[in-house]
C-alpha cells in the first residue's frame, strides 16, 4: 500500500536541536524504522545513551562527534557513522553545528534511547 506522508512531525527536545521526524512512531506510524533530519546548533550535546536500535547516522553540514568506549569519532559533511544496539554512545555538534539524516532500526522511542 502507497502512503503518502505530508510532512514531518516536529520532536520538541532541550538543547534548541530540531528533529523533524519524516518516518517513525510519531509522524507515521511507523514502529520498524524512523527517519529524521536533525539540525544542532553549534556546541549542542546530548546525554549519554545505549540504543536499543543501530542508527545510521549522514552529516550533510557541519561535524557530529560520537562519544563511544574506543573514543570519539568525528563525522563530518558526506561522511555516516553506524553506531550498534546496546552501545554506550554520546552525539554532540561541533563549533559550527550539524545537520544530518538519522535512519534507526527499529524506529527511535524515548524509551528505546536508553538515555542515561
Do not use: N
Not at 37 to 58: C, D, K, L, N, S
Not at 94 to 104: D, F, L, N, T
Request: charged share 25%; net charge negative.
Amino acid at each position: 500500500m502507497v502512503r503518502k506522508i505530508e510532512g514531518p512531525a516536529r520532536i520538541p527536545v532541550p538543547g534548541d536541536k530540531v528533529i523533524d521526524e519524516h518516518i517513525g512512531r510519531v509522524s507515521s506510524g511507523d514502529d520498524a524504522i524512523s527517519i529524521a533530519h536533525m539540525t544542532a546548533p553549534p556546541g549542542w550535546e546530548e546525554p549519554p545513551q545505549r540504543p536499543q536500535f543501530t542508527e545510521y547516522t549522514v552529516v550533510l553540514r557541519g561535524l557530529v562527534m560520537v562519544e563511544h568506549a574506543e573514543g570519539t569519532t568525528e563525522v563530518s559533511a558526506g561522511q555516516s557513522v553506524v553506531t550498534s544496539p546496546g552501545e554506550k554512545v554520546r552525539y554532540s555538534a561541533g563549533p559550527e553545528g550539524a545537520e544530518y539524516i538519522a535512519v534507526c532500526l527499529p524506529a527511535f522511542s524515548a524509551d528505546g534511547a536508553g538515555r542515561d
